[in-house]
Structures are given as structure tokens and as C-alpha cells.
């Protein structure tokens, strides 16, 4: 399954960003970007994974570590439908 999580800051500034620049995927998930945007969000992690179950533990960690407020999409490719 292709999730994205959008991130919107809140807190740890410096110290985020560098988490997300050095990102580790855990066992079961892989990363396929990160990215830094504009607008009301100012990042990005596009990411595969299982089930819906272990996204949601990466992203809980993602939040937690980063003390961004976190939004997370499933995402089914055009071509699939």
C-alpha cells in the first residue's frame, strides 16, 4: 500500500528537520521520498507499507520525533483504477 503524510510544523524547528533529512525506515516500511514544500504543508513523506496498521505506527513515530502535526493519505495510482 502507497501512503503520503503531509506534516505541518508545531514545534522542534532545527532539530525536525534534521530528523527528516536523516529519516530511517523501519522494518516494513519503505520510504520512497522525502520532501520539503510550500504551503500549508512543509513536508512530505511518500512511503510504502503493508497495512494500514504499520503506517500508522511510522507516522505516530514521525509525529512524535518531529512535534509536527500529522496527515496521512492512501494513495491508489490512477493506473490501478
Do not use: C, H, W
Not at 523501519?26 to 503493508?50: C, H, M, N, Q, W
Amino acid at each position: 500500500m502507497l501512503f503520503i503524510t503531509l506534516l505541518a510544523p508545531k514545534g522542534k524547528g532545527e532539530k525536525a528537520i534534521k530528523y527528516l533529512k536523516e529519516l530511517k525506515a523501519p522494518k516494513g516500511i519503505t520510504v520512497r521520498g522525502v520532501y520539503f514544500t510550500l504551503g500549508r504543508y512543509d513536508s512530505v513523506i511518500l512511503f510504502e507499507a503493508p497495512d494500514a496498521k504499520t503506517a500508522m505506527r511510522f507516522t505516530m513515530q514521525v509525529g512524535f520525533e518531529t512535534n509536527y502535526t500529522v496527515e496521512t493519505l492512501t494513495a491508489v495510482s490512477a493506473k490501478e483504477n
